[in-house]
């Protein structure tokens, strides 16, 4: 879990102060979703392949004949220096049913209607406005 750590500062340009990651994770596919609250504002950062690698590594580390004990859903936060993680899993939440309001509910939960900013689409990725 450190190294997700890291990894995240790492996005992040350096202090990972108030990082915030979702994730899903199934079967041969995951979705990680790096944030960073910025005040006014909350920042989404483009994912690495080192993340993802990391975050198979966490989910594989879980018993491999009792997929059931496999996460579903990570959420991971850094706050004054520390970090916190908690796991969903398939009894609580079905991730291989597609449902694209699963992470916008969960950063409604963390952080009202601050806007999220995007990259700009021409860099490859999407804008969401609300």
Do not use: C, Q, T
């Amino acid at each position: 879990m450190n190294d997700i750590g890291l990894e995240l500062a790492e996005i992040v340009g350096g202090d990972p102060d108030g990082v915030y990651l979702y994730a899903e994770i199934g079967d041969r596919w995951d979705s990680p979703n790096v944030f960073k609250d910025e005040g006014n504002i909350v920042r989404y950062y483009r994912p690495s392949r080192l993340l993802s690698k990391l975050l198979w590594d966490a989910w594989h580390a879980e018993p491999s004949n009792e997929k059931k004990m496999r996460w579903s859903v990570m959420e991971y936060e850094v706050k004054n220096g520390k970090f916190e993680v908690s796991f969903r899993y398939p009894d609580e939440v079905d991730v291989e049913d597609f449902d694209e309001d699963r992470r916008e509910a969960a950063l409604n939960a963390r952080y009202g209607d601050k806007p999220v900013i995007y990259p700009p689409i021409s860099d490859g990725a999407f804008e969401l406005k609300p």
